[in-house]
């Protein structure tokens, strides 16, 4: 290009911008700033972020004062005017990102500015280069469709961590087809003349000298694209200062010469979620295998509920080498782009356009997306914070027990407990005890998970909880362990009990200190009251550890605590061996009718298992043919077994097939 040629495109970018202003002015003079209405604007423009918002701002050609909102309405809003077009700027809370605050954005603008019609997304965003697309830091990428894709694919993060993959869950609307219309007008100018964007961002820095610092360019030495394999490792400590010192680590890229466009604009796919993406692996698989050209968080909370164009300027690169350097200079590359797309709109064509509150089904489609993210989101805190809590309570796992319990009982064995009235009453009665007694190997914890899977089948038994003390595993020995474990599974079955132990989880110091026995005795009593009715499951309480001198003690004078409290909604069923402390204490507080000796009750159970291994067991197949010979091993088996439930038959078994 010679000088002429040169001197006639400026004289053309002068004469453009002569006509922009002399409109501009037109419009401040035409219609008085105290005459505007909220129902005057008909462009929306959300930013996510304070940085973007302040760019934002200094792109109007005219402020308008603060409006009037509903008190329903949680927005901030700054109004004005670009070219022909009247303006409302909202920003999201202060620290709340993602897609569920875009979509709350979204849904009170457009109940208190019901005449809008389009809508832009500008801000910032990660940008992810490529062979094809040679994005550097400062540049624009405007969402726009590919490939049948709408311009934002929404994606899941399975893993936040380099190396681990993602589910794609879709592609979103399109941007409006007049916001389309003007891309391509804009793209064309910018091709024969270029843009100004660069001198737009000085002139608006030269009237603003207090946000030079912030929203300059930055040197374009600090713009460094690091190989994907290197990862900034050391939290707190800046990049520059320990990455980069290798050549090796960063990818070579040729300067832009002053021919080329800079910031470059790119048009194509922009990938939103809500998690904050810094892994180089997975925004090149992106970009390979999808053509991403840009990844932020906040778009796929609009494009199906706000039909806008999504414009992001580049200020880092999605890896793990985040900064905010270049945050302030992209947000105005942003704003610059956005303004320059409004001016090739015609105000007509806006008026043209259905306004966003007339299109069928979109707020019910606004108000059911922001409950679905909102319920996400709930389900995923939730899950965070039980998480925590269970960390830090560090309850022992009873269904261990329980499963290997059920494992060794026999089919059939226990219901005959399930038909004696005082295992009726304890069921249905309020404020019910009962204690299952018998020597060792009787079967009292196979018993225990017999009673535990019958309930728990039942949905009427949802607060079932329970425990087993095991002598073999010592996170299962005390007191303190017991009501752990209670407190844990009361937390996850009952939302009302659950406050108690939010309560001591901040008493302790957020998880900082462990609580003492007394503050938990305290918790799960008061977890009692608020959970209705709950039957709870205690089995073998001789196995309390005895090498805590008080371990018993204090198991017993618990469970006298709990019986003798107003809970009426408890149902407390034991197992133990006939133990002399165990066994006065509870005849203390309990009648014979809430005590069973298993032992008188196992005949049947015993006959029942014997008779099963006798007839079907492998060890026993050669006698088949001789039930004469089954019976006699059936009698001398039960005439050893001596009441002993599994131990001891096991080991009779094995006897006799040694003997035959």
Not at 76 to 93: F, Q, R, W
Request: charged share 25%.
């Amino acid at each position: 290009m010679d000088a002429r040629q040169r001197g006639a495109q400026a004289d053309r970018k002068r004469k453009r911008t002569d006509q922009d202003d002399s409109s501009r002015l037109s419009l401040k003079k035409s219609i008085p700033t105290s005459q505007y209405d909220l129902t005057d604007y008909t462009v929306g423009w959300i930013c996510a972020l304070t940085t973007e918002y302040v760019a934002a701002q200094l792109f109007l050609d005219e402020k308008h004062r603060k409006p009037s909102t509903q008190i329903q309405d949680h927005n901030n809003y700054t109004l004005g005017s670009i070219g022909e077009h009247l303006v409302v700027i909202a920003a999201m809370p202060s620290g709340e990102y993602g897609k569920s605050s875009a979509t709350a954005v979204a849904k009170d603008m457009l109940r208190s500015f019901p005449n809008i019609r389009i809508g832009l997304m500008v801000g910032i965003g990660g940008g992810a280069p490529s062979s094809k697309h040679d994005i550097r830091l400062g540049d624009i990428v405007v969402g726009v469709p590919r490939d049948g894709r709408g311009g934002v694919l929404q994606y899941d993060l399975r893993k936040l961590v380099q190396g681990q993959g993602f589910h794609m869950t879709g592609f979103l609307d399109r941007p409006p087809s007049v916001l389309l219309t003007a891309l391509s007008g804009l793209s064309a100018r910018y091709e024969i003349e270029g843009h100004q964007i660069e001198e737009r961002i000085n002139d608006v820095l030269t009237k603003n000298p207090r946000l030079q610092k912030k929203y300059k360019r930055p040197d374009q030495n600090s713009d460094q694209l690091f190989q994907s394999h290197v990862v900034h490792h050391e939290q707190g400590v800046a990049c520059g200062i320990i990455c980069g010192k290798d050549p090796s680590d960063l990818v070579m890229r040729p300067s832009r010469t002053k021919e080329d466009d800079n910031p470059a604009i790119h048009h194509g796919l922009i990938a939103s979620g809500d998690s904050l993406i810094k892994d180089a692996i997975f925004r090149d698989e992106l970009a390979a295998n999808h053509g991403v050209l840009c990844v932020e968080m906040e778009a796929a909370g609009l494009m199906n509920q706000f039909p806008c164009m999504v414009i992001r300027g580049i200020c880092d690169y999605s890896d793990s080498h985040k900064n905010k350097e270049w945050q302030g200079y992209a947000a105005m590359a942003a704003a610059a782009y956005a303004t320059d797309l409004l001016s090739e709109i015609l105000h007509a064509k806006v008026e043209a356009t259905m306004k966003m509150i007339e299109i069928p089904g979109l707020l019910c489609s606004i108000e059911k997306n922001l409950n679905q993210i909102c319920d996400g989101i709930h389900q995923v805190e939730g899950k965070i914070k039980n998480d925590k809590i269970n960390n830090w309570l560090s309850p022992p796992d009873p269904s261990i027990n329980h499963i290997k319990a059920l494992h060794q009982r026999h089919e059939g064995s226990g219901t005959w407990l399930f038909r004696k009235d005082a295992f009726i009453k304890w069921k249905t009665q309020q404020s019910c005890f009962l204690w299952l007694h018998g020597i060792p190997g009787c079967g009292k914890t196979v018993l225990s998970s017999t009673i535990i899977q019958s309930l728990a089948k039942d949905p009427a038994y949802m607060h079932l909880l329970y425990f087993y003390f095991d002598f073999a595993d010592t996170s299962k020995q005390t007191l303190d362990h017991m009501l752990r474990s209670l407190i844990n599974q009361l937390y996850c079955k009952s939302k009302a009990a659950s406050q108690y132990l939010d309560i001591l989880y901040c008493r302790c110091e957020d998880g900082q200190q462990q609580p003492t026995l007394e503050l938990l005795r305290d918790t799960f009593l008061l977890m009692l009251e608020e959970a209705q009715q709950v039957w709870l499951v205690v089995d073998a309480l001789d196995e309390c550890s005895s090498r805590k001198a008080h371990s018993t003690i204090d198991l017993m004078s618990w469970i006298n605590q709990v019986l003798e409290s107003e809970h009426r909604n408890l149902h407390l069923l034991v197992t133990s061996r006939p133990e002399n402390d165990i066994e006065s204490v509870i005849m203390g507080f309990a009648g014979t009718e809430n005590i069973i000796n298993i032992r008188q009750h196992l005949v049947d159970d015993i006959g029942a298992y014997i008779r099963a291994r006798v007839r079907n067991s492998k060890g026993f197949e050669r006698w088949r043919s001789l039930p004469e010979v089954q019976d006699e091993i059936e009698v001398s088996l039960m005439g050893k077994a001596d009441g002993m439930y599994y131990s001891k038959i096991n080991s009779v078994f094995c006897e006799n097939n040694a003997d035959k």
